[in-house]
């Protein structure tokens, strides 16, 4: 290709992705303590509910930078930088994980993060965030191969999610909503594939190979099968994703036809409706008022009347206990945090 990778540039890029195995190293200490901290920023941003906390998170966080060691390993086909950025990707990985369950459990909120909206954009990925992860992907791996416009990488970092879904991820299971925290980590992994395929693609479009054969980089032979597993893996990710859109499109008609009803229990008892949403079929609905509280039984009555007896019911009294009013039935539970 045209304008492709020479000798300097590979060394460069080899400078940038690949991180030194020793632990007092300069590249190894800088990756961990900006993890550490990219960590614990976004997950105080996501109990404060702070985008701009969490954005800044996603400019510190380091995580990108062995992802695109991972593809330029398989390009390369340099299995010794491969296994060992794989491993740092999956030990930041549960690092951020590890410090977001910490935090949760020293602030853990008695509505089990609910209603809290950095958590609610992450717990549901879809097709389309697999579309905008490969267009990023695509722009972080042609922003290394071209110096000129290395002054993207800052908006890379903030339009790829990395460490804020592992944060949400470690928060949710101090809180035991072990679904919504595998859909936080979905979202995190659909990233990873589109990061590692993009970056493959364009690095060998690039000529990455033949520069990194004249600087006298370790070079293997590279095979099709590579490129196959790489599309298998995110097409595998793509099954899920695919579940996602259609259940974040029903869950959306179940929250609008819930609202109404829930408008007018609340409204009969002077009460107000905070919020109302569905996930994964469960309607999730924060309401507030002053004493006597309403009789969830009552509300749960109302669905089943307006055509939606087959959605559990969760009802967060705010300043309250929240109550789980499942479907077919005509009782509810109190529950100290949200749904497991």
Known sequence: MTGGVDADAARRMRDALFIERKWRSRSSTRFWVLLVLAAVIASAGVVGDSTATVIGAMIVAPLMTPILGSALSLVLADREHLVRSALLVLGGAAAVVLIGMLLGWVVSPPDAFASNSQVSSRISPRLIDLLAALATGTVGAFALVRTDISDTLPGVAIAISLVPPLAVTGLLITVHRYHDAGESALLFATNVAAIVATGTVV?????????????GMTVGTFRGATLVAVGAVVLLIAVPLTAGTLSVANDRALAADAQPVAER????????????????????????????????????????????????????LVGGRTHWCPADSVTCTTRESGRS
């Open 203 to 215: 690095f060998l479009l690039y000529g990455v190979r033949a520069g990194a054969g004249e600087a």
């Open 265 to 316: 229990w609340a409204a009969d008892r002077s009460w107000q409706i905070a919020s109302v949403e569905a996930r994964n079929g469960i309607v999730v609905i924060g309401v507030l008022g002053l004493p006597p509280q309403p009789a969830p039984t009552a509300l749960r009555a109302a669905l089943d009347r307006n055509g939606m007896q087959d959605a559990d019911l969760e009802l967060h």
